[in-house]
Each structure stands twice: as C-alpha cells, then as structure tokens.
C-alpha cells in the first residue's frame, strides 16, 4: 500500500529568494503605502471640512485680534476635548503611551501589536478635537493609524514579527509623508523617531521610502498638487557667513522652547494625576483651560499655520502694545500650556503640529528682537527666513530627529536655498535641547532596543550557509516502500531518529517521531504499511545556500532534530543538517568571540557572560541527554488536552513543554489546554518497555 509519492516542497535557488523577498517587501509597502494614502486623505478631509466650519468662523489667527469674551472660543475647545475623553475612556483599550508614543512603545516592546479599531477612532476624534481648535496636531493620529495599518496588513498575511515592526515603520512614514507632503522626511522620520540618539532603524528604511512615496503620490491625487505648508520661502536662500550669527541665536531660541514645552507637560502631567479628574473628563478640562487662553490668544488654535504664514508675510497688522517681540514669546507659552493640557490629558492628536508651530514662532521672535536691536537695518529677507529654519530647530531638539527636522521642513516649505542655516540651526538645537525630548518612550539606540535583542547571533546565522555544516553520510535514509517494520529494526537502542523517504531521483517526506509514533499505535495494520503512508510532506527540505538562521526558523516550525537538504538539481538528497551541529558551531563562533574579547579587554574576566548566552540559545538543542525530543502533535489526541488524553499513560512519556506556534514556551504545560496541529511537544520519554508506544529507546 504505497501513497501516491510527490516530490517533497523546496525552497527557491537564492536568487530566486531573493527576489522572491524584495517582490514581497514591494507589494507590502506599496499596499501600506496606498492604504495610509487614502486614511490621510480621509482625515485632511475632515479637518478641512470640520475646522473652517467650526472655530474658523469664530477666529482668524493671521490677525491681531483685542481681548473679547467670546462664549464659542471658550467652549467648542472643552466640547472637543469632551468628545476625545468619551472616545479614548470608553470605546478604546487602555495604553501605556499616547500619541506617537503608541507607535515607539509598539515597536519596542510591543511585538508590533496594535489596534486597528482604536487607531482609527482615536483618529476621528483628533479630528473634531482640531476642528474645534483643540491644541493638538494631526501627526499622532495620521501616524498611528497609518503604523496601525501596516502592523495589520503585515500580520494577516503572516510575517514574522521583525518584518511586522519594518511595516509598522512603514506605515508611520506613510502617514506622516502623505498628510504634511514630505515623502522622503517621512521615511526619516519614521526610522530615527524611535531612538534619542541620531539612529536610523536602516532595515525599515526602503519600506518605509517605498511605502511614503506611495502614500504621498495617493494623496496628492485627489488635491493635494501645489500646496506648501508655508508660501513665499521658495525664494529664501543663504546670502552670507554673518547670517550664521542670527542663525545661531535662533537655535538657542529652539532649544529653550524645546526645554519650556518638556517642562509644561511634566507639570501639566503632575496637575492631571493630582486633580483625579475622571479620564473621560480630563481633556475636556484641558480644553477649557485652552479656551480661556484663546480669548487672549486664539493664535494657539491655529491648526493651519495661517499666523505663520502671516508673521512671514507681515500681514498681521499693526502690533500689539507689548510689541512684536513679547508677543510672539507670549504666543509661544500659551501654546506651551495648551497643548501639554491637552496631552497630559490623554486627548486625541499629538505634539508634532504644535512643535512646528512653536518652531515658526519662535524664528519669528528671533527676526523681532534682531529688528529692535538694529531698527531699518535687519535684512527683511533674512527674517522671513528665520520662521521655517526656527521650525526645524524646535523639531529637532523637541522630538530629537535632527535628519528628519533638515528633510521635512525643507520639504514642506520649499526652502532649498536654507539648507546651511537648516543644517546649522537643527543640530545645534538638538545638541543643546536633546535631554528635553518629549518622547519618554524612545530609546537611546539600536542597542538599548528589546527589538534588536540578539542581532549579532542572527547576523552570524544569516552569514553562514547550510552547505557548511552539512552532513552526507546521513544513515537513516529510506525508500517510499519500506515497511514499518523494517523502519522499527533500524531504529538503535538509545536514539530517535528522523528517517528521510527518497530515491536516487528525489526526497518525498521524511517521518520522525511523531509519525512513528502514531503508525505503530495502530498495532493490526502496522505489517502493511510503508514509508509512503505515514511520511511528512509538508516540511519544506532546505537547499544548500540557505542561511542558517532560515533553517532554524524552519527547525522551529516543523519541530525536528534533523531536515533534509537538496542537492543543486533542487530533488534529489545531498545530505541532512542536524540541530546540534548549529549548537556546536554557535557555540564555537561565541567561544571564539569571548577570547578575543578578553584578550582585548582583561575585565570581561569578571563577567559571567556565558551562562545568559547558554540560556538564550538553550532553544537550539534539548537540553537532557537522549530523553528528550520534540514531536508535533498526533493526529489521534488534536484539539485535546493532555488530561483528556492521558498522555503519560498512552505515550510513556512526559510533556515538560509546550511550544507553540507564536514561539511561546509553555513551561510547564497547561493540562486543560486543547493541542494545536501547530504546536511542537517537549517530551520526555520515561524508561523503554517492550508496550512503549514510542518507537525508540532512551
């Protein structure tokens, strides 16, 4: 009774992976990238609609306005901040950030998990938050929902959890790219925003390009062609060396605004956990308190840059009685104060806009005090100048991107000729202000990040080839018609094979013990059946050019001691590789390593570095002697538990472990859990007995 045979499954020749990998990084980022498109679309659109027709008819920011009570400008704040409190409190799951932070705390410590639902109501509610003058910005939920996006798309379609945290990034530079149209600041910015220090997280750095181009090109599609953030700085360029004096005093300016806002929130986040407001209150309070700011101030309602724009243009009117200079300053604080309310209060929205706000005012400040210090003779160009190059520094030291700050600003006010002052004025703030980040949840850099956890061993393993470690004298091979008999008596005492089922033309399957195990259960037909009955077809053989760092990924599904490896014809056997021969080179790459390390450095001797390592690559081997062995599941006792199906009794032997298929170790296991065809048993098998249902000795 022969099964009818086909080839076992194999993977690709390496060019063909290859491209096989890039083809799948294209259409995933291309489709991130057309999703986050039209979410930023959708909400631009409803800012545009929601915003002109709410506290746009109640205030114009591009002028100066007299102190009035005004009851919509005191209220339609708190009624939108009530609006986000009743959304985030009630209708989505509690987190440990807010804002863009959500996204950072995802990448590093949240396996990339995030929720889709909550993102896109967290997004709807920033919007009616900004439309009724809420001081908050559109970055945190554009990015978030778009982070959101990619996290989804990338694991319904099953990628691991490094490629999901890539698409989460990916999604971010969308998002970001698309709804203030700087394609190649958004990828920047995507990939440095994570860590404090000028890192980039270089492996979601093409993703995220392909992904922001695509989200870019999408929403500028339905309208977006021709609109800067700010109009009239095309013009603006670098004339003189002694501009950089102005310059540097601008980026003194940005650090201690960077420095003001890190303080208002740390204190506005201390008055929210002492006031014990309710959380669906909180931002609603916040609003009110930024309502009564704009009765004095309706400048920090601004979501559209228009008293930028008009602090460039000088079509602001007459100054105020305190001047140009105090009350640019006073603009700056209050919008300090209003949006540190709003975030501490958890509102929808996040700290982006307001920091370029922040940045804009503060050049404009700048160019006020050079204008009082040298009357008439301060170049008017010069200090229109200052107001997008003062973006970029706030930018920079605030949420300590100094790349991305130089690329973003540059994009959306079509600056190029400010490039040098841009470069300057951006790392010098971020010099200065870096330690007063807004963001708690970066970490300093690649190395401080749970996510890169074990880089170097993963390096290492993608750097070495199966072919090098590959065994050709593999004794337990078999054809399709041997019998299970036959597979019985060359079992040796002590040992658990794995069997690969092949002939001189190709590899059909391979059967380990879980194959055995289960055929020699059935006692009756045990004569009559062969190899081709109960071998494994469905795990995929490796090649020869496989990195080892694949072949353990594929160790770890299908749960074996042993895979087979075809020969360059991609059929036929060229030999096995063994799990413990992976051990036994990584641990020799990792003794190697640790002399030269103490040779080069004689206090690592005080380290007892090895025992951690020995525990983090304890999954690559069992750790008992020959009694223990990974199996999947039997068929017979699937979407059973171990209690139901007395295990121990019918088995003799012992589960000490569970691993399942997210890679969770279940240690001890959990009796009353049902089994998976996906997960892979840790057994331990007690002493042989001529009724062992087990096929081997140990």
């Known amino acids: 009774m022969v099964a009818s045979s086909r080839p076992m499954p194999v993977k690709w020749t390496l060019g063909q992976v290859l491209r096989r990998r890039w083809s799948r990084t294209l259409l995933l980022s291309v489709l991130v990238g057309l999703l986050s498109g039209l979410a930023a679309r959708a909400l631009q659109s409803l800012i545009e609609l929601g915003f002109p027709a709410l506290i746009g008819r109640l205030v114009n920011p591009a002028t100066v306005p007299t102190l009035q009570l005004r009851w919509g400008v005191l209220l339609l704040p708190a009624l939108g901040g009530l609006c986000s409190g009743l959304v985030v409190a009630f209708l989505c799951r509690p987190t440990r950030a807010h804002g863009t932070a959500v996204l950072i705390d995802a990448f590093h410590h949240g396996n990339a998990e995030m929720s889709l639902r909550d993102s896109a109501l967290k997004a709807l509610a920033a919007a009616v938050v900004i439309s009724c003058g809420g001081s908050v910005g559109k970055e945190a939920a554009i990015a978030v929902l778009c982070a959101a996006l990619g996290a989804a798309v990338s694991r319904r379609l099953g990628v691991s959890v490094r490629e999901r945290r890539t698409y989460l990034t990916a999604g971010c530079a969308a998002g970001v790219g698309a709804i203030f149209q700087t394609p190649l600041g958004g990828a920047l910015f995507a990939t440095s925003v994570l860590y404090s220090t000028p890192e980039l997280e270089v492996q979601a750095l093409m993703p995220s390009i ?112 305190m001047g140009w200079l105090w009350f640019f300053c006073l603009v700056a604080v209050g919008k300090c104060i209003a949006t540190a309310l709003m975030m501490s209060a958890e509102s929808a929205g996040g700290l982006f806009g307001p920091v370029v706000f922040m940045g804009g005012v503060a050049g404009a400040a700048t160019g006020a005090l050079f204008e009082a210090l040298f009357p008439g003779s301060f170049p008017e160009p010069l200090r229109a100048a200052l107001i997008p190059v003062g973006m970029a520094g706030v930018l920079a030291a605030s949420l300590r991107t100094p790349l991305a700050a130089i690329v973003m600003v540059t994009e959306m006010t079509g600056s190029y000729g400010l490039i040098v002052p841009l470069m300057l004025v951006s790392v010098a703030a971020y010099a200065l202000g870096q330690r007063f980040g807004v963001y708690a949840e970066q970490v300093k850099s690649l190395e401080d990040s749970p996510a890169h956890a074990g880089d170097s061993v993963r390096t290492w393993l993608e750097s070495r080839r199966v072919g090098t470690l590959l065994r050709t004298d593999w004794p337990y091979t078999v054809k399709p018609s041997a019998s299970l008999p036959q597979l019985v008596a060359r079992i040796p005492p002590g040992t658990l094979p794995v069997f690969i089922v092949h002939d001189e033309q190709r590899i059909y399957g391979i059967i380990s013990t879980a194959e055995l195990s289960a055929a020699i259960s059935l006692e009756d037909s045990s004569p009559i059946i062969v190899a081709a009955d109960i071998m494994n077809t469905k795990v995929a053989a490796l090649r020869y050019d496989d990195d080892l760092y694949a072949a353990l990924e594929r160790f770890r ?114 009796p009353q859990r049902p089994l998976d065809a996906a997960d892979i048993l840790v057994v331990m098998q007690n002493r042989p007995s001529a009724a062992s249902p087990l096929p081997a000795e140990s």
């Open 210 to 321: 392909i992904a922001s181009v695509t989200s870019y090109s999408t929403f500028m599609a339905f309208g977006g062609y021709g609109h800067r953030l700010l109009s009239g700085t095309q013009s603006l360029v670098f004339r003189h060396p002694l501009e950089l004096l102005p310059y540097a005093v601008l980026a003194g300016f940005c650090a201690g605004v960077s420095f003001l806002f890190s303080r208002a929130l740390r204190y506005t986040h201390t008055l929210r956990l002492k006031s014990r407001l309710p959380r669906w209150s909180a931002a609603a309070a916040a609003g009110l308190v930024g309502g009564v700011i704009a009765l004095g101030l309706p400048q920090i309602m601004d979501g559209e840059y228009l008293f930028i724009q008009g602090a460039l243009d000088h079509t602001l009117g007459a100054p105020p009685i």
């Open 557 to 670: 599904q299908a749960g074996v001691e042993v895979l087979p490896v075809v020969a360059g014809d991609g059929r036929s056997l060229a030999g096995v590789l063994e799990r413990a021969a992976m051990l036994r080179e990584l641990r020799q790459q990792v003794a190697t390593r640790s002399a030269a390390a103490l040779r080069e450095h004689a206090a690592f001797q005080t380290l007892a570095h090895d025992v951690e390592l020995d525990d983090l690559l304890a999954i690559l081997s069992p750790r008992g002697e020959d009694q223990i062995v990974r199996m999947r599941v039997p068929e017979e006792i699937l979407g059973r538990s171990l209690r139901q199906t007395d295990f121990r009794h019918r088995y003799r032997a012992q589960v000490i472990a569970i691993e399942t298929p997210t890679g969770e170790l279940l240690a001890p296991p959990d």
